[in-house]
């Protein structure tokens, strides 16, 4: 069965460095999402992304963060600075179809802890 | 900003028992999703609904949407252990995308 895949599982960087998560959504899939998750508190919805571009993001995807899709199959989101208050589950999600038509695929996570 | 309120937020149960857990919002949605999340993994999608009114069943679950897409309920019938979890009700505006606004689930034990 197809699956979105995520590396690193998890990764712990020193305040302040930068941070790459890798996403290998689904092949087919048109929409590729990020959500996070700090330990204990509801996953959030960072950014849509879609035809090369942006679609939607909300107020914690600040200047910090930024996503590429720099080939045909990774998806990325970049945490320039990272602060303690990044620390969270990162998933990363896809889509075929957009919302009331496709189904949403999540991958495991990426956990990021920032020390 | 929309909110969703999932109750209770913690259910232990006995297994055989039925229950329900509610997802409910001031917010009109125009689709809901319920998803499961075990410890350390992604959340996977068991249902979307979409129309107001609308009830889906999926083997011993059944989801129903509010008339006014505003919440939501999950009822299973003869819990097992293998039904523990936490469930996530999660909605989405209108637009093209799954910009999803999640509650903070329901954490289900069903005990032997």
């Known amino acids: 069965e197809p699956e979105v895949t995520q590396t690193p599982s998890h990764q712990v960087t020193q305040m302040g460095q930068e941070v790459i998560l890798r996403c290998v959504p689904i092949?087919?899939?048109?929409?590729f999402y990020w959500y996070r998750q700090i330990l204990g508190q509801k996953v959030e919805f960072l950014v849509s992304?879609?035809?090369?571009?942006?679609?939607?993001k909300s107020e914690i995807f600040d200047d910090q963060f930024s996503v590429e899709r720099p080939d045909g199959s990774n998806f990325t989101l970049k945490i320039r600075s990272t602060k303690l208050e990044d620390s969270a589950m990162y998933f990363c999600?896809?889509?075929?179809?957009?919302?009331?038509?496709?189904?949403?695929?999540f991958g495991e996570g990426s956990r990021l802890t920032v020390l | 900003t929309q909110l969703l309120e999932q109750s209770p937020q913690f259910l232990s149960i006995q297994e055989g028992e039925n229950l329900t857990v509610y997802c409910n919002s001031s917010?009109?949605?125009?689709?809901l999703q319920w998803y499961r999340q075990e410890p350390g993994e992604g959340p996977v999608l068991l249902v979307t609904?979409?129309?107001?009114?609308e009830v889906k069943k999926l083997k011993r679950l059944t989801f129903q949407f509010g008339d006014a897409r505003k919440d939501s309920s999950l009822h299973i019938t003869a819990a097992q252990t293998g039904d523990t979890g936490l469930y996530l009700c999660?909605?989405?505006?209108?637009?093209?995308?799954?910009?999803?606004?999640f509650g903070k689930g329901t954490l289900l034990t069903v005990n032997p």
């Open positions: 092949s087919n899939h048109l929409y």
């Open positions: 917010s009109v949605f125009s689709s």
């Open positions: 999600a896809s889509s075929a179809l957009g919302q009331g038509d496709g189904e949403l695929f």
């Open positions: 999660a909605g989405a505006g209108g637009g093209s995308n799954y910009k999803l606004t």
């Open positions: 992304f879609y035809n090369n571009e942006i679609s939607e």
């Open positions: 609904v979409v129309t107001g009114g």
